[in-house]
């Protein structure tokens, strides 16, 4: 080899170097367990990545809600748009949500799309689209299913099953009739044929329905052939289920496990699957992965649950027959803020979409938000050995008070730690009439609900004592506090 082909050859090896050492190098590290992983932001001021997906061609492809569909070199960050939708309905939960890459885009070149819209008439729709891919941009769309959007609850993940049919999980639109309704598509878990049309073998002949009971399912994943998703609850019982063809998960007559009278005489009649697990109070699972890689042993085996009140990244490890959920380990809490989809790359990499600057923010967005992230094994070289654990554990000093502690878990995501709500959507609590008003009022509301404020009377008397006496102390300074008695003398009042 002459000498100046040497120098060469050296020169681009060493080129080929740095820009793999360029890509190791983590703007933040954690322990994950015994495994230190580096965190790099691949992308940000994005418009809250509702979906994000490991393409066949080794890129991560992302929706975001307003309406824009693109893929990430994870090699470069390089991002390239593919679609953006005009007409989208951005509108709270609704917006370009789910989205399907077929794992054959070479024989299958299609990718499924949900997005909600308004028809001339003022009605809400969501709509599941097959477009066709070509060349960096989407084509020839094909209208898969449209149904009614109401004004939230739109669920819509999608996902493409081992056996090639379309999964489509559906919201039941807020209307609790929905779900238990079979002739609905709203609350349900449908399957297609990739063209659009039915199945000869799904449960209900004629219907895409594949199963029933849901309420806004937010996650969906196959994981060693079996389908799960998870699923918001109310104000309690935010779920993980296993889906099987035909069943029914109880919603709006059952939410979690049967633990009520009411529920118990339900199911006399009816039956209902319990999920894996249920969170009280509610942690608003979102997006779902599974981990199979050896790359970070603390996640193998697991399903991965992104959360958007939790703040979190939930690794459920499965049993051996992927029918029951033996532990659930919560990582980044309140590290990242809300999260809301996550995908796995083959060669064990995790990628989190972060959803800050969405319509229900815990507080003030980073000034990079939203974000894609990637969470690796790190290099040895690059480890440091002071690094913070991922595993958050509460040690009580996140809150001055039981109450506050209350407040937390069952009223600040809506009304907001600071009681400032949001403007349209949920009322402020500071200084509000409702709040410094009659206290019996105020217990009427809390217990039997008001439009889109649930029900609270599961809460005990001690603890739902608690809550209004600390936010009639905070938001109502002055504001006299609320006993036991009283809050049981309501509950009789007919």
């Not at 393409?55 to 307003?66: A, I, M, R, S, Y």
Request: glycine fraction near 8%; proline fraction near 6%; charged fraction near 20%.
């Amino acid at each position: 080899m002459t000498r100046l082909r040497f120098l060469f050859v050296a020169s681009l090896l060493f080129v080929l170097a740095c820009k793999t050492d360029d890509r190791d190098i983590p703007d933040d590290q954690f322990l994950l367990g015994n495994t230190h992983v580096g965190i790099q932001v691949m992308a940000n001021h994005l418009d809250v990545p509702w979906q994000l997906v490991w393409g066949p061609d080794n890129h991560v492809w992302f929706t975001e809600q307003g309406g824009k569909v693109s893929r990430l070199n994870p090699e470069t960050g390089e991002i390239t748009r593919l679609l953006t939708i005009d007409g989208v309905l951005r509108d709270r939960t609704s917006g370009l949500l789910g989205m399907a890459v077929h794992s054959d885009l070479k024989k299958q070149p299609y990718v499924f799309l949900n997005y909600s819209g308004v028809k001339e008439d003022k009605s809400r729709f969501s709509r599941v689209v097959r477009y066709t891919y070509q060349t960096d941009t989407l084509v020839d769309s094909l209208v898969i299913l449209e149904y009614p959007g109401w004004n939230g609850h739109f669920g819509a993940r999608v996902e493409i099953a081992p056996d090639g049919k379309l999964m489509i999980a559906t919201g039941d639109g807020a209307q609790f009739e929905n779900a238990p309704n079979i002739a609905s598509p709203n609350g349900k878990i449908l399957r297609y044929n990739i063209d659009g049309s039915i199945p000869d073998d799904n449960p209900f002949p004629g219907s895409a329905v594949w199963a029933w009971g849901l309420r806004n399912p937010q996650g969906l994943v196959y994981a060693d052939g079996k389908l799960y998703n998870s699923d918001h609850g109310d104000a309690v019982e935010d779920e993980v289920n296993l889906i099987r063809k035909g069943d029914n998960y109880g919603w709006p007559h059952v939410e979690g496990f049967v633990n009520t009278e009411k529920e118990a005489q339900f199911v006399l009649d009816s039956t209902v699957v319990p999920p894996l697990r249920s969170w009280t109070p509610t942690i608003a699972p979102a997006g779902m992965a599974y981990y199979s890689s050896d790359k970070l042993p603390e996640l193998k085996g697991r399903l991965l649950l992104t959360t958007l009140k939790g703040n979190s990244l939930r690794a459920l490890e499965l049993n051996a027959s992927g029918d029951s959920i033996v532990a659930d380990v919560n990582y980044f809490q309140q590290v990242f803020g809300r999260l809301r989809s996550v995908c796995v790359s083959p060669d064990g990499d995790v990628y989190l979409s972060t959803s800050n600057r969405d319509w229900n923010p815990n507080g003030f967005a980073d000034e990079e938000d939203d974000r894609i992230l990637r969470i690796y094994a790190l290099d040895r070289k690059y480890v440091d050995e002071q690094a913070k654990s991922a595993i958050v554990k509460q040690t009580g000093t996140d809150v001055v008070s039981k109450g506050e502690a209350l407040y937390v878990n069952y009223c600040a995501s809506c009304h907001k730690a600071n009681g400032q709500g949001i403007a349209g959507t949920f009322p402020a609590l500071v200084k509000s009439p409702v709040v410094t008003g009659d206290p019996d009022s105020l217990i009427r509301l809390v217990l039997t609900g008001k439009n889109e404020m649930p029900q609270f009377s599961f809460i005990e008397d001690r603890d739902l004592a608690v809550i209004l006496t600390y936010i009639r102390k905070r938001f109502g300074p002055q504001s006299s506090p609320i006993s036991t008695t009283a809050i049981q003398a309501e509950r009789v009042v007919p």
